[in-house]
């Protein structure tokens, strides 16, 4: 939220001073809680152990206790656990009928007031008029969302009126070089099957 409203009080040309008393929330050593814990999430926990941050992670399977002491990682059996300790929750997790709308009042009632919910999975996985009225009320502090739905959100919507939430339009994946790698695993999966060959990237059926 400081990085956007810091742009604009940096080149707005009604701006005279910068405040002294406009401050921020420190990343460092504050608690991060991963919601789903595949490759993303894990590497997501790979980089938050820089910041020295405690990591609380969720999931439908435990991790190996070696991939937990790698990045310092302690699992909550029980979302509510995580969501009630972290100062950042992270949402990393497929879209299934299991989790639409994972996070709702309820769970967004039990985040601290000075808590920031940040999506990087699917839009639906959060209730979205849930979230608007939880940024609204003070319920959480922010919300830093990469995904919503529907995609773009229709030009009245009231998440786009907030001033605590930042969107930005579904590019986790937008390099240049991510865009190329997810191209050349698609045509060593496209030549594996035409030769007969184990698919390296097969998807199993649940």
């Not at 939220?1 to 921020?24: E, N, R």
């Not at 949402?91 to 299991?98: A, C, D, F, R």
């Not at 608007?132 to 959100?153: C, F, G, M, S, W």
């Amino acid at each position: 939220m400081y990085l956007h409203s810091g742009c604009q009080i940096a080149v707005s040309p009604d701006t005279k001073h910068f405040a002294v008393d406009w401050l921020g929330v420190e990343v460092t050593r504050a608690t991060l809680g991963i919601i789903g814990m595949g490759s993303i999430g894990y590497k997501v926990a790979q980089r938050a152990r820089a910041f020295n941050m405690r990591i609380l992670y969720h999931n439908r399977n435990r991790r190996r206790k070696e991939e937990e002491e790698a990045v310092g990682a302690h699992y909550c059996e029980k979302m509510e656990d995580l969501l009630q300790q972290s100062d950042f929750v992270m949402l990393v997790v497929n879209l299934t009928p299991e989790t639409r709308k994972l996070i709702g009042k309820k769970e967004l009632g039990l985040m601290k007031p000075t808590a920031t919910l940040i999506n990087i999975s699917r839009g639906a996985v959060i209730d979205q008029d849930a979230l608007v009225e939880a940024l609204q009320n003070k319920v959480i502090r922010a919300a830093a969302l990469d995904v919503t739905y529907p995609e773009p959100l229709p030009r009245d919507h009231p998440l786009l009126k907030l001033n605590n939430v930042i969107i930005t339009p579904h590019i986790g994946t937008a390099t240049v070089q991510a865009i190329h790698m997810m191209a050349e695993e698609a045509i060593a999966n496209i030549l594996a099957v035409l030769n007969g060959q184990p698919i390296p990237s097969e998807v199993f059926p649940k």
